[in-house]
């Protein structure tokens, strides 16, 4: 048993979505059907809230500051609430399969600002959507099809992107969403993204979760005290030079939300301090306030299940050695 209690960085922790397990619940629900996933996913849930400690500690800490911040929630941070944040981390598995099998129906989906999609698709501009843990941001499999073929290219951290790519082929999903591994970026990275922005292409990339190498990190407020939020959404826009939005899915009164909202027209971070890091703590504060709002909105649906606000020493705020570095 090791006493070391430093936090481990996110990308230490166990994956538990296996691509096998996945595989078996699709199964499940082609043959049975939703309440044969529920009846499968209650256990499974249940092992790993009484079984991950880590994780349930940070379940119980995330609703402890949002009951805090956000008074008129009345959630609550016990036992009770973090298991129903658990079973809501479940649901978002069946979502996950519902969207790769192209079974939503876009009735459901409340999309407000669909017109400045679609304003970007007739231009034939591609952009840049930093979204987040929230919610499923597979629900945008619902509009992949919309007015002819979005291109979305989904930047990982996981080693796993090419098999989860193999698995949304075999769910008969959409073959216009991508994910692509990106735990460091190169210049040929960057040349491969700057060819799909300029062929009208999308890039989504999460903006609250820090990256796997490297520390380039900035902390800031959210729900109350500083945590670490990654650079690489505003230092890759500012290499890309195109518009920013912020995209956040997920379920909400019955159906699904699909929140789009503009965040820049282009970026351009400055090579030189202090101008350079304070651009950065703004533009990451600007998008912390907006997760606050979405945490608000659905508060057992941000699934960030690790010590956040306890970011490893060696990656959070440990830019200054590496600011006049590209891009």
């Known amino acids: 048993m090791t006493t070391d209690n430093t936090p481990r960085h996110w990308a230490a922790l166990e994956e538990t979505s296996l691509i096998w397990g996945i595989k078996t619940l699709v199964w499940i629900y082609r043959i049975f059907g939703r309440w044969a996933f529920r009846l499968i996913l209650m256990p499974v849930v249940s092992f790993y809230f009484f079984t991950g400690s880590v994780a349930r500690d940070a379940s119980r800490d995330y609703l402890r500051r949002l009951t805090h911040y956000f008074p008129d929630l009345r959630l609550g941070c016990g036992w009770w609430q973090s298991y129903r944040h658990f079973l809501s981390f479940g649901e978002t598995l069946l979502d996950k399969i519902i969207a790769w099998m192209g079974h939503i129906d876009p009735n459901q ?144 009164q019955g159906g699904y939300r699909i929140d789009l909202q503009p965040f820049a027209d282009t970026i351009r971070i400055p090579r030189a301090e202090p101008q350079r890091g304070q651009m ?48």
């Open 280 to 327: 950065l703590k703004t533009l990451a504060q600007r998008y912390a306030e907006q997760l606050e709002t979405h945490c608000h909105t659905a508060p057992l649906q941000w699934f960030n299940f690790y010590p956040y606000w306890q970011a490893p020493a060696k990656t959070a705020d440990n830019n200054q050695k590496r600011e006049n570095d590209s891009p």
């Open 109 to 252: 989906v409340d999309f407000p600002n669909r017109p400045l999609l679609l304003e970007l698709l007739a231009q034939k501009r591609g952009a840049m959507l930093v979204s987040g843990h929230i919610g499923n941001l597979e629900i945008c499999q619902a509009i992949a099809n919309l007015r002819g073929h979005i291109h979305l290219n989904i930047l990982v951290h996981t080693r796993h992107a090419e098999k989860f790519n193999r698995l949304l082929g075999s769910t008969g999903g959409s073959a216009t969403i991508n994910l692509i591994q990106v735990t460091e970026l190169n210049p040929a990275i960057a040349i491969d993204l700057q060819e799909k922005i300029e062929r009208g292409e999308f890039l989504v990339m999460v903006g609250d979760r820090i990256p796997v190498q490297g520390g380039r990190t900035v902390s800031v407020p959210f729900l109350g005290a500083d945590a670490a939020f990654p650079q690489g959404p505003y230092l890759l826009a500012s290499l890309l030079r195109c518009p920013v939005f912020t995209f956040f899915c997920y379920s909400h």
